[in-house]
């Protein structure tokens, strides 16, 4: 069966911009990227690198024909555009996680505090259990666009965490929508900010999933 590119997850990803700016998921232009994975092809839709002759100054401008497509293997299939410099990690996040459809690089504030200081967010919340797989690990540091990135990632991903930070840059959410990326990226910055605010009154203080699940255990 001959592959084709979808204009559709074209589409997708440009309407996305505009939530991700919304959302705060970047302070301002070329910093954090998306990019969503048609499972029938393996094809990757991706934020474009803005440093290659293309600036975008506003992040509502990005259009469906910006967007970069490439194979697994990161070969640019269509588009003038090529993918964003973080593209090597996005292909290693599919690679180790077949499942993953979206994955979201943010460079919001408090989740930012956490990868600044080499931390892990901890697991206090509910929510952090039922959404992103407990506490958010924090990769070892790699200069942007290197494989190391990637390699890091996936490492402190595992199998069971849907988000993890990039040392000194960022993080990086998965999910099998966009709008669940959207949705663990708030939560993700939700649990950082109280963290943050917990360790000022004392120290946070961490849950688990058996406590989740069985209050009496507590
Ligand atoms: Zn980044």
Known sequence: MEKKVKFEYKEIMANSAKRFYKDHCSPAFDSGDMSIRDLDTGYIYAYPDMKD??????????????????????NLIEGDYKPTIEMPM????????????VILHSHPLWSSIYACAQKDIPFTLAEQGLFLGGATPCAKYAPAGSKEVGEYIVEALGKEHNTALLANHGAVVLASSVSEAFARSLFLEHAAQV??????????????????????LM
């Open 53 to 74: 002759g293309f600036h975008l100054y506003d992040w509502p401008e990005l259009r469906a024909e910006n967007i970069a497509v490439v194979d697994e293997e990161g």
């Open 90 to 101: 996005h292909l290693a996040i599919y690679k180790a996680r077949p499942e993953t459809k």
């Open 195 to 216: 963290a943050v605010f917990a360790e000022l009154l004392g120290g946070a203080k961490e849950i688990n999933m058996d406590i989740l699940l069985d209050p009496s």
